[in-house]
Antibody, heavy 124, light 106 residues
């Protein structure tokens, strides 16, 4: 059964760079059947999609964050990563990594499963 | 961006009730609509994809319907473990967007 685990600093200073890693276990990160993604949730607020990456390295990002986001995948380490630059207090959130499914028959994308999430606080 | 609006934002219900949550898209998204359940301190879990396709392992008391701009999630015979927050999400076009959530309380 696929499991995902986020890791990274829990505290980042304003204007600095947030870096998170998601470690995949229970299935191959190179599996061509799906993609990988990041979603965040500010405290007591809703969910925001950050971006999605394929094991080839192809990416698509939320335009609202695109200028500050970089995602990458390291198949040898079974990990994919998120970098968010020039952070502000508005970037304080629980960050989730997830497997991203695409069904060609239904032509729909969805997130399943999700990691447990990691809280990143932006504060000096 | 496509805006997803859920109603109500919260509701109170009792065990055994039938509950309906509505999700409205700011433009047509065909059937590209998913539903998730989130319990406090836990990551969201997929319930339904493509408007009405129940995911494996999800109880049959959950059902989804709709297309275009209007969608519903129905929970029949509400169980204690169903008290949670529910989110809709469109995957019709990027950026994929979520509704603001509907909290189902006792």
């Amino acid at each position: 059964q696929l499991q995902l685990q986020e890791s990274g600093p829990g505290l980042v200073k304003p204007s600095e760079t947030l870096s998170l890693t998601c470690t995949v276990s229970g299935d191959s990160i190179s599996n061509t059947d799906y993609y990988w993604g990041w979603i965040r949730q500010p405290p007591e607020k809703g969910l925001e999609w950050i971006g999605t990456i394929y094991n080839s390295g192809n990416t698509f990002y939320n335009p609202s964050l695109k200028s500050r986001v970089t995602m990458s995948v390291d198949t040898s380490k079974k990990q994919f990563s998120l970098i968010l630059s020039s952070v502000t207090a508005a970037d304080t959130a629980v960050y989730y990594c997830s497997r991203v499914w695409y069904s060609s028959s239904l032509d729909v994308w969805w997130f399943d499963p999700w990691g447990r999430g990691t809280l990143v606080t932006v504060s000096s | 961006d496509i805006q997803m609006t859920q109603s109500p934002s919260s509701l109170s219900a009792s065990v055994g009730d039938r509950v309906t949550i509505t999700c409205r898209a700011s433009q047509s998204i065909s059937s590209h609509l998913n539903w998730y359940q989130q319990k406090p301190g836990i990551a969201p879990k997929i319930l339904i994809c493509a408007s009405s396709s129940l995911q494996s392992g999800v109880p049959s008391r959950f059902s989804g319907s709709g297309s275009g701009t209007g969608f519903t999630l129905t929970i029949s015979n509400l169980q204690p473990e169903d008290f949670a927050t529910y989110y809709c999400q469109q995957s019709y076009t990027t950026p994929w967007t979520f509704g603001q959530g509907t909290k189902v309380e006792i």
